[in-house]
Structures are given as C-alpha cells and as structure tokens.
C-alpha cells in the first residue's frame, strides 16, 4: 500500500481507538495474515505522527499518546507472543496454504508487528522483558532436537519462530550488555547441537544482527568471543568420533563471519579511527584455528573442504594485504613450535607462490580422474622442495600442510588417485631429514597406516612374474628402513610401538600385514621395543591374523619373529613377556622345532641370558622372590613347578584346564634343552650326554606325577589332566622320527633322550588311561577329557611304531579290551544319555583306527 494513501486514511480517521480495536484479534483466533500485516501498517504510521498538545487533529497529544503506547505494548503480550506460541504449536489453519509455508508467512507477519511495536515504545526495558521471554526457547534439554522442540514447556517457541522473533528484538538491546552476551551464549550453543540450515540461520539472524548494531570495541569483543568459544569446542571435541561434525560446524561459522574476522587492514585504516584499527581478533593468532582448517581440507565433505580452502585464502590474502611479518618478532622463542603460519613481507614473493600452488593442488585433487590429478603431481614436488630448502632461520612452511594434500589422495575414491598418493609419499626423499620424518611420524601411524590396508595396493604392476614381490612392497621395505634410520633416537620406539599397535587395533587383510611385517623386519636391530611393544604384537597374532589364509599368517609370523628378536629391548622385558609371546607362534606354520628359525631364536635367548628382567617367583609357601641372574633353565624349572601345582581339594569334575599353559612350558622346555646343546656343541662338549642330563632334570617334576597317574586315585584330577596336556604337547612338538632315520642312526638327541624318557612313563600312563576310558568317565566335559586321552594314546603309538625293538602290550590287549568295553555298551540298554553315547562312538572309532594301523606296521 502506498505511503501516501496510508498517511492519508490515517490523517483523516476521528477515531482512531476504534480502527485500532478492530484490527485486533482475540487470543483464542487465528487472524489472517492481512490482518496482522494491516495493523502492523496501523501502528508504524500512528508511531510516526508528531506529538502536540495545541489541538492539532493529525498531531497526538501527550495523553492519547500514552494510551496508544500502553495499547502497543499490549499487543506485544496479548497478540505477537501469544500466536507466535500457536504457530509453533502448529495450531490453527494455514488458509489453503502448505502447513510449513503457512507457518512461515504467518511468523514473518507477527515478527514485523513485534518489531513495530517495539521501535514505537522506544523503551529498552520492554524489550528486554520480551527478549527474557523469549531466550528459553533456545536452551534444548537433553537428548532434545529441534523437531521434538516446539510446544515442549510452557510457554516456549519453537527454535526456527524464536531465532526470528529474537532477531528483530536484538537491535534495541545494544546497550544491554549482560543480556545480549545470554543471548549470544545461547546462540552458540544452538550452533552446536542444532541442523546445519538452523545454524546458517542463527549466525545470519542473530550473530549478524549483533555485530551490526554494536559499536566497534563492542564488535572486537563479541568476535574474540565467538572464536574462543568455536575453538574451545573443536579441541574438546578432537578425540571424539563426533570430530568431523564440529570440524564442519566451526567451518560454517568461520566463513560467514568472514568478512568481520578478515576485513582489509586498508578498509579497516580508512574507517575505523586509529585507537580501534587494530582492535579485532586476529584468527591467524589461534593455534586451534590452523587446526580446524587443516582438519577442514581433509574433511570427508567436500563443502567443508571448499570453507576449509576458503578461509585459508582469506588468511593468505589478508597477510598479504598487511605486508606485516607473522607472526611478529614479539613472539616468544618458545611459542615458535606451535606456529603453522608465517608470513615475511621480504618473501611475499615465494609465500604467494608456494599457497597459490597449494590451493591449486588441494581444487585439483576434488577431481577423481587420474589424468586430471597426474598433472599436478609436479606442483607436489614443487611444494615439498619449497618447504624443504627453506632454510634461512625458522622454516615459512609447516611440514602439516603437505600431510593434507596426501591424505586427500588417500581418501580419494579413485583407487588409482589413492595408489598415486601412496608411491609418491613411499619416494619421498625429504623424510631422510630428521625434522620432516619427526612431522610426519603421527601421519605414517594414522592416516598412512589406514591406507595400507587396503589389499589392492599390493597387486602386481605389469611386467612382474608370480612369486615376485609387489612393486609397492618393495618401496615400503624401503621407506620403512629410511624413515626409521631417519627419525630421533627417543621417537623411535614410540613410533614403532603405535605402528604396531595399529595392526593390532583393526581389521586388517593378509596381504597388507604380510608386507609390513616384512618391512618391520628389515630395520635395523636396535633395543625399541618393550613389554607394551609385545602385548601390541600378541595383539597382532591372537587377533588381528586369527583369520588369515594358512600360508600367509605364517609367511607374517616369521617376519614378526625377526622383528621381534631384532627389536626387543631385552633389559626392560622379563622371560614372561617373551614366551608369552613366543606361544603364538605356532608350530605348524612358522616356528617348528629344528627350523633356522627355531635356530635363530636359540641363539638370541641364549645371548641375552642375564639382561632380561628378573620375574617373581611364588615358592610353595606363598613367598615371592626374585633370583639375581635370570637364565632360561631357572624360569623353565619355576614355571613347571608353578604348573603342576594343584590344590589337594580342587573339584573332580571341572573341565580340561586351558591347553594355553601346556603350550607355553612345552615350547620353553624345548628351548632350554635346545640352547643348552647348542651351547655345549659350541663349546666342543659331548651333545648327547648333555642333553639327556639337562633334560632329566627339567622333567623330573613331570615324570614323578605321570609315574603316580595309575597307582595313586587320590591325585588331583586336574593334575592328572595338565600333565597330560603338557606330554602331549611335549610329543607333539618332537615328533616321532622316521624309521629310515633310525637305521641310518641320523639321531636327533632330544627327541632319542624324551624316547627314552617317557618310555619309562609309558605303562603307568596306559593303565590310567585305559581305567578312564572303560567307565569312569560319565559326565559332559569328560567328552573333551577323552579326547586328551586318545590324543596321547595316538602319540604313544606313533612313537611305539618307529622302535620295533620295545612294543608295549597297548595294541595287544589295551585297544581290544577297550574295543570289548565300548560294543557292551553301546549294545545293552545302558545308553540312556546322549553324551555317553557321543564319547562310546568316538571310542570306537579311535580304537578301530589304532587297531587297523598296528596290524597294517606289523605286516
């Protein structure tokens, strides 16, 4: 409606108390948006008439005056506040409309009307009221979203309604500076919890209103404000997973409020006065704020990318507007660190450069065509020889920056951008400075890591032949040794220790742990690793390859194992930690006894004897000591003695113990027994009589317990059980020789001395065994508990079947009378459970087999 035409109806209106009531509603009615905008058109031109008392008939007088201000400020209580709580409600209609269009028209009606009502009042202290009414309906409970919010409280507004009738309330509050930085306060927190669409509005609505209607002091304040708090948040929030949506969020603020944080120093200087030109908060100043930009350009959203980008323009821009050094030399020497952004005026030249190629590199690699990245690698080169031949004093370029254009191609959803991105970093030959590898060690454990576990990058490049090593396993080998060799001294072990904790710490494939290991185990040998080194690398082989393919799990193993004796501190691991380790290492895939292998870890134990930390040992009487040298031979005799150590009272019924334990002392016997001859041969000793001494001694424990298995019923069943375990694993790990091998007297000592040692065991055991297996055995777990009989039976015969010159009456009449034992049953009635029944088959079938077999050596 024309101004013209509205200032005339109002000139010529007598009574001006009945159009006012008339354009009113009731609180209990919803009035079309005509009705809200007419009376809104209403009190703005009243508000603008002069004030008179000389009879004037368009003029006010004072009295009329203050009943018209008194109606307004009415109409803010009984009419604005009230519908605007409908509307977010969602009550009444939307007059044919969409209910989302209806609810905007109708909200953009009533703001205007309130904002009417308040410049006619001109009274701070109304407005404040009203902006304490609203401001609640910004505080969110918690686990409350913006869709569950409206009409949730007395008398609160929906989020999207209270950001706009806040924003026609905050420019009358300018001088009220406790309520605007509430109000400001809970801005910010919105931005935190609330949908990008409602943050961009906040920060335009609010922020932004804000910032215009203060004055310049009170807008540096307000910025200095909002950065620290935005920071302040994205570091709180750096470790968690929510890290990239804080990242995003920050970048959305930042680059709206771009142009109050980066104002030309020119502008500024021309329009502010000289006391307040440098009043603004500099965010190039903020460590947290290089942060959130470098987190920005790797972001997995590209539009956090392009801000990301953005901002960092500006700052290039701004810097060289200024033609200022940054930061300035007032910097203290020890902040120098945690500065990831300088600026020289004297090489403004080169800055401008080296940021336009970076900027160029980072738009490029948005692209995820290889021919449209492959160009650019150049520029790459171009950005790592500028940072590394900068060296005249502190360097301008961080050694972060060019971690971002790698980690872009990594995240590169071409395969053929992300290998590009691995080769060029393998061939990076400025990490051979200690500075560069020291900045990129975090990188190589992190983002690098990620990336090599992904099996593709392995495959063969034309050319090669099968059985040929990958190309890029080759370069890792490589990068691995220089990287290494080229880091701190007391950076390494932390280095490797979170290498190897991240093969430990995720799914990882065969093929990328095979070829790390094979680089790990080409660094040179150097004490780095720990007891938390082999907890991470048990982690590694009970976790992470548990799942593997056969071949290439112990094709790691070996690799691992020679890292691990390379790289193995041996002053600050105990003879518990190794073997611990070592009983992962499974014989049937990378460590057999006899093997260079098994040879070479021989050699390093017995070298290291006596620089190991001593462990502490529990005696029989509860008291711990520690012994002043720790050999092999001492912590072999403690752990058998620490194993066969079994309550008299412990329960006959308890499942098989843990074979785990069997496992660890049959490998450590072995070891000893075998360190020990290898000593004495290198010694020019008689080998033979060594071992079989030392071993007899180390067996004594063992063998005095199975020779009581049979004529002493008071024995602990799980003593029983665990010295089985142990004999079987003992057997397993020598296995029998072959008869060929007997003729040709091509002897193996220890497996010739535990022959002959476990023959003079061999009948008490059998005897056990079969008075187990013909009735005592009734209960579930004793499924399990006979097939650790069987399987010593079977080791037992397999040995008996290589020395023809001592056959024990096992197969003549032991597996008959077993055999005799299992038809009964399972031909009478007595086969009412189905357990029984289970272990009667597998009895059967395990002396049918054993039977067939003797008969078949015999003949």
Not at 407 to 432: I, P, T
Not at 829 to 842: A, M
Request: aromatic content about 8%; proline content about 4%.
């Amino acid at each position: 409606m024309s101004s013209i035409l509205i200032n005339a109806l109002l000139s010529s209106c007598h009574d001006r108390d009945t159009l006012f009531n008339t354009l009113c509603w009731t609180t209990d009615s919803w009035p079309d948006t005509e009705r809200v905008e007419a009376l809104t058109t209403f009190i703005d031109g009243i508000g603008k008439l002069p004030q008179s008392d000389d009879g004037d008939k368009v003029a006010f007088s004072t009295a009329k005056r203050d009943i018209f201000l008194r109606k307004v400020e009415s109409i803010i209580w009984t009419q604005c506040l009230p519908l605007l709580l409908k509307v977010s409600d969602g009550d009444g209609a939307c007059k044919g409309k969409s209910v989302q269009d209806g609810r905007a028209e109708i909200t953009n009606a009533v703001c205007r009307l309130l904002s009417v009502c308040i410049n006619t009042l001109c009274d701070t202290a109304v407005s404040g009221r009203v902006a304490r009414t609203v401001l609640p309906s910004f505080q969110l409970t918690d686990g409350e979203t913006e869709e569950e919010h409206p009409g949730q409280g007395e008398g609160r507004l929906g989020i999207d309604v209270a950001i706009e009738a806040m924003s026609v309330i905050l420019p009358t509050l300018s001088s009220n500076e406790e309520l605007t930085t509430s109000i400001l306060s809970s801005a910010l927190s919105c931005i935190k919890t609330l949908s990008d669409a409602l943050v961009s509005k906040i920060t335009v609505r609010l922020i932004f209103t804000l910032l215009n209607s203060y004055s310049e002091d009170r807008i540096a304040s307000t910025l200095q404000f909002i950065l620290q708090d935005l920071c302040s948040w994205h570091k709180s929030d750096s470790s968690n997973t929510t890290s990239p949506v804080v990242t995003g969020r920050t970048l959305l603020c930042f680059t709206a409020l771009s142009d109050y944080l980066f104002s030309p120093a020119k502008l500024q200087q021309h329009t502010l006065p000289q006391s307040l030109s440098c009043t603004r908060p500099d965010p190039r100043r903020s460590l947290q704020f290089w942060r959130i930009l470098q987190d920005g350009l790797t972001h997995r959203d590209n539009v956090s990318r392009k801000r990301a980008l953005y901002l960092l323009k500006r700052c290039v821009a701004l810097s060289e507007d200024e033609a200022l050094e940054f930061p300035s030399s007032s910097v203290s020497s020890e902040d120098n660190e945690e500065i990831i952004f300088r600026w020289a005026p004297d090489r403004s030249k080169l800055l401008r450069e080296f940021w336009e190629d970076y900027a160029l590199v980072m738009e490029t690699l948005e692209e995820n065509q290889i021919h449209v990245v492959r160009p650019v690698l150049n520029r790459i080169h171009t950005l790592i020889q500028t940072a590394a031949n900068d060296s005249q004093g502190v360097s301008l370029f961080h050694p972060s920056w060019l971690l971002g254009v790698y980690q872009r191609m990594f995240h590169s959803e071409n395969k053929s951008v992300m290998r590009e991105g691995v080769d060029h970093l393998l061939e990076l030959q400025v990490l051979r400075r200690p500075a560069f590898a020291q900045a990129f060690s975090q990188f190589i454990v992190g983002p690098f890591m990620d990336v090599m576990s992904e099996s593709s990058l392995f495959h063969r490049t034309a050319g090669q032949s099968v059985g040929e090593c990958p190309e890029l396993g080759v370069k890792l080998q490589v990068f691995m040794v220089t990287f290494f060799s080229s880091l701190p001294q007391e950076n390494r072990g932390p280095v490797l220790l979170q290498l190897v904790q991240r093969l430990g710490s995720q799914h990882w494939c065969a093929v990328p742990v095979l070829f790390l290991s094979r680089a790990l185990s080409h660094l040179p040998p150097c004490p780095l690793l720990g007891p938390d080194g082999l907890q991470a690398l048990r982690e590694v082989l009970r976790c992470t390859m548990i799942t593997h393919q056969v071949l290439l799990r112990g094709a790691a193993q070996c690799f691992l194992l020679n890292s691990t004796l390379s790289l193995t501190d041996v002053t600050s691991v105990t003879l518990d930690d190794v073997f611990s380790l070592l009983v992962h290492f499974r014989a049937d895939e990378s460590l057999p006894r006899g093997t260079p292998l098994w040879n070479q870890l021989c050699d390093w134990l017995a070298d290291s004897e006596g620089s190991f930390i001593p462990c502490d040992r529990e005696s029989a009487d509860g008291t711990s000591t520690s012994p002043e040298r720790e050999t092999v031979r001492g912590y072999v005799q403690h752990q058998m003695e620490f194993f066969l150590r079994v309550p008299a009272g412990a329960d006959q019924t308890d499942s098989v113990p843990d074979p785990g334990e069997a496992e660890l002392l049959a490998k450590a016997i072995l070891l000893c027994v075998d360190i020990e001859g290898r000593t004495q041969r290198r010694s020019g000793g008689e080998e033979t009589a060594g071992v079989s001494g030392g071993m007899d001694s180390l067996f004594r424990p063992l063998l005095d317990t199975l020779s009581r298995l049979h004529t002493n019923v008071y024995l602990p069943l799980r003593k029983t059980d665990k010295s089985l375990q142990l004999l079987l694993r003992l057997l397993q790990l020598t296995p029998a020789r072959h008869p060929a091998a007997v003729e040709k007297e091509q002897e193996d000592s220890v497996t010739v001395s535990m022959e002959m040692l476990v023959l003079g065991v061999v009948e008490p055991i059998q005897e056990f065994i079969l008075r187990r297996l013909s009735g005592e055995l009734q209960e579930l777990c004793d499924v399990e508990r006979a097939e650790l009989y069987l399987s010593v039976l079977k080791e037992v015969v397999l040995m008996y079947s290589v020395l023809e010159w001592n056959h024990s009456k096992v197969q003549e009449a032991y597996f008959p009378r077993l055999l005799r034992y299992v038809l009964r049953i399972l031909e009478a009635d007595q086969v009412q459970y189905y357990r029984i029944y289970l272990l009667s088959l597998r009895l059967l079938s395990f002396t049918s087999h054993f039977i067939h077999h003797w008969i078949h050596v015999s003949v």
